[in-house]
Structure formats: structure tokens, C-alpha cells
């Protein structure tokens, strides 16, 4: 039987010449979204591409291939040690995730050894994805999930309580007549039902927050929802000597959302800002004009910047202690004696009805900002 070559090159189509065939094959690697890795079998960098170097936060220099990977690499030591092992596994990783530490970033990769015509192990090549966005949405869901089971056993509670209470202010009123004749009694009776009424509207607030939010979607323009917030909020807890300051550029879209609700939004933010500073101080609201850049995480379909409204209450108060950032958010964690503890949690579930999302960020020296994002349809940012 003749020698046949080990492999034979596929018939049919137009076989380039050498040279352009390879520019082709760097293209391709070179225009892939996923980030591709690959190394000599005595450890010198073979290739990596635009999106890994992005992915690993890393600046390409002219001299990296060729190098020994460990040196191009030394400052990710967990993709060192996953490429050093690579040719002493036994079984690769098909689908494996990896935490870089020290860029808190998650990546999903693929390891697969290069082999050459005589099945000889020339090579290692790592395929591999930015998941960081995934498991922020997986984050949130979980969030999510447990904000619902916590609002579920609220709402079950609320409900018990909404008799019992009316059944206390009802009867203290009629004890009340009883006792027309006696002051003291009748002082103690009119502070039981200023105190039931008090519980009264706790439970109602509660089932706020429980309750599936109904949108009423209609375009609006943020700067009058803006003032009638900051307005609101006053008249909700005391300014004393706050400086308020609001800046809108001229000519922002009006956004598809629920005015209302919004309102109800930035209310609680301005009021929180304004129990924070205690009389004294400064609070700046701003909205700008944004767009989100499309995610990489997600391939598929070419996707186009996404325009967005950001929202920024910023006030230079205490801040929040690192410790507390995680609980803020949650329903009835409150550090004040007469909170209920419910404000943010109601901001959230707003925000996220509208599709948004709220982020915090905050120190001692330079307070606390509430950072909104709201989608903008692009029509509307069109047809303003
Ligand atoms: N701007 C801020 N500066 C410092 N701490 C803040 C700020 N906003 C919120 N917090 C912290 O977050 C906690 C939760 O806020 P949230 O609005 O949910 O409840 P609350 O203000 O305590 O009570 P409620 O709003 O129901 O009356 C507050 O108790 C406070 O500790
Ligand atoms: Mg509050």
C-alpha cells in the first residue's frame, strides 16, 4: 500500500497561497471575541489576542511573543499556573471557571493542547470569555429571589397585623368614651391610638413594597421629576441648612417611564441625603446623557451602544461604613431610631421595573453617591 500523508489537506475550494493563508488565520484570531492564548511547548507565548490582553487588563507590547508566558504574564499568576499544567493534565478542562483575584473579574475558558502532523504535543491554547456581567446578573437574580422571600413573608405578616391593629384603635376609641370624666386615662388612650395609627402606616408602607409593581409608561422629562423630588423630600424630613444643587443639560431626551414613580425614587434618595447630613452640608443631583458600551459576555448579534440616562445623588456626609453597603438595600435594615428601613429597598424595585440599576459608592471623605441608570429607548432620544 502507498504511504499516505498522516493528513490530507480537503478538496475542493480555492487553496490559498501560504502567506495569505496565514494573514487570514491571524485575522481571524485577531478579530475573535473570545480572548485566545496560545503557547510554545517550551513556554514561550505563541499568540494572544486584542480581547485577551483586554480581558486580562494587560497592554500588548511588540516584543510579548516570543517571550516566556510566565514573564508576559507574571502579574495573573492564575493563568500561569492553568497553562502551566496544561501539558501535565491528563484531562483538560472543557468548560472551566477561573476568579483572576486580582482584577475580580471571572473568566470561562477551554484548554486544549496543539498537536502537529506527527500527533507530537507542539503547543497549549486556552479559548476563553469575560463572565464578570453573567455573574453580576446572576447576583442580582439571587438578590432578587431572596428580596421576594423576604417580601412574601412580610406581606404575610403585614396582613396579620392590619386586624389586630385596627381591632386596638377601634376599641381604645370606645374605652375612650367610657372614661370621658378621667384626664389621665383619657391622655394614655389618645397615645394608644396615635400609636396604632403609627404601626397602622408601617404595615401599609410594607405593603408597598411587597406588592408587584404597575408601571404607567409615558414619556417625561427627569429635570421637573428632579425638582419635584428635591421639593417632596423636604417636606418629608428637614433641610436645616442643606445646599441643594440640581444640573441638567439643556436638550435631554424625555425617557419612557413611570413619573410617579420616579419621583418616589429620587424622594427617598434626597431624603436619606438629607437625614445623612443632619442640617448641614451639600447635596448635588445631576443627570447626563450616556451610552452603555454592548457587552462583550454576550456574543450573538452585533449590538450598538445603548443610550442611558445617568442619575447621580451625591452628598457629602458621613457615607456608608464598607460593612453596611451589602444590607442597605434589604427591606427593614435601617441604623435609624425612627426608620423603617424600607426607602431603599422601595428605590430598587423601581429602578428595576424600569430595567435600571442602582449603584452605591461611598467613603467617610467624600460621602455618598446613589448612582441611577435608566435606559432610553432610542426612539424617544430620536423623536425628543
Ligand atoms: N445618603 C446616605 N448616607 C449615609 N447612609 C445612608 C444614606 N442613604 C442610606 N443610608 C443608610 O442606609 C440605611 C437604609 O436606608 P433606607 O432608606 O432603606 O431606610 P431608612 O432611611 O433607614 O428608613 P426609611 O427610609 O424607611 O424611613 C439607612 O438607615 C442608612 O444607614
Ligand atoms: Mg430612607
Known amino acids: 500500500m502507498p504511504d499516505q500523508p498522516k493528513r490530507q489537506r480537503p478538496r475542493g475550494g480555492r487553496r490559498q497561497p501560504p502567506g495569505e493563508e496565514n494573514q487570514l488565520f491571524r485575522h481571524i484570531v485577531s478579530s475573535m471575541r473570545n480572548g485566545v492564548l496560545a503557547v510554545h511547548r517550551d513556554g514561550t507565548l505563541a499568540l494572544m489576542n486584542d480581547e485577551a490582553y483586554r480581558i486580562f487588563s494587560l497592554t500588548a507590547r511588540p ?28 484531562h483538560l478542562p472543557n468548560r472551566a471557571e477561573l476568579r483572576l483575584k486580582e482584577l475580580d473579574r471571572v473568566i470561562g475558558y477551554t484548554l486544549s493542547l496543539v498537536r502537529d502532523d506527527a500527533a507530537d504535543t507542539v503547543g497549549a491554547v486556552m479559548f476563553f470569555k469575560d463572565l464578570t456581567r453573567v455573574e453580576q446578573l446572576e447576583e442580582r437574580e439571587r438578590l432578587r429571589n431572596r428580596l421576594a422571600s423576604l417580601g412574601e413573608m412580610a406581606a404575610g405578616i403585614a396582613h396579620e397585623l392590619k ?14 368614651r367610657h372614661v370621658s370624666d378621667k384626664l389621665d386615662a383619657q391622655s394614655i388612650l ?15 408602607e410594607m405593603l408597598e413594597f411587597v406588592r408587584p409593581i404597575r408601571l404607567e409608561i409615558e414619556p417625561m422629562a427627569i429635570t421637573d421629576v428632579l425638582h419635584q423630588a428635591v421639593t417632596l423630600a423636604e ?5 436645616g441648612g442643606v445646599s441643594v444643587t440640581v444640573t441638567v443639560p439643556e436638550g435631554l431626551p424625555s425617557i419612557e417611564a413611570d413619573d410617579h414613580r420616579l419621583c418616589q425614587v429620587f424622594t427617598n434618595l434626597i431624603a436619606n441625603a438629607f437625614e445623612a447630613l443632619d442640617g448641614k452640608g451639600a447635596i448635588s443631583i445631576t443627570a447626563v446623557l450616556s451610552a452603555m458600551e454592548p457587552d462583550p459576555a454576550f456574543a450573538g448579534t452585533p449590538q450598538e451602544p445603548t443610550p442611558i440616562l445617568v442619575v447621580d445623588v451625591a452628598d457629602n456626609g458621613p457615607g456608608v461604613p464598607a460593612e453596611l453597603s451589602d444590607r442597605i438595600f434589604d427591606p427593614f435594615f435601617t ?26 459608592s461611598s467613603s467617610p471623605e467624600n460621602g455618598t453617591r446613589f448612582r441611577v441608570t435608566l435606559p432610553v429607548s432610542s426612539a424617544t432620544a430620536l423623536f425628543k
Do not use: Y
Not at 516566556?68 to 501535565?88: G, M, N, Q, Y
Not at 389586630?164 to 377601634?170: C, N, S
Not at 417636606?235 to 433641610?239: E, F, I
Open 63 to 90: 516584543d510579548d511573543i516570543g517571550q516566556p508566558f510566565s514573564e508576559v504574564l507574571r502579574t495573573r499568576a492564575d493563568i500561569v499556573r492553568v497553562l502551566t499544567a496544561a501539558f501535565e493534565l491528563k
Open 163 to 176: 386586624n389586630p391593629l385596627a381591632g386596638i384603635e377601634v376599641m381604645a376609641g370606645l374605652l375612650r
Open 190 to 204: 389618645a397615645d394608644i391610638i396615635s400609636e396604632a395609627k403609627l404601626a397602622n402606616a408601617i404595615v401599609v
Open 235 to 239: 417636606s418629608k424630613t428637614s433641610r
Open 335 to 360: 441604623t435609624k431610631t425612627k426608620g423603617t428601613g424600607l426607602g431603599l429597598g422601595i428605590v430598587r424595585k423601581i429602578v428595576d421595573a424600569h430595567d435600571g440599576r442602582i449603584d452605591l
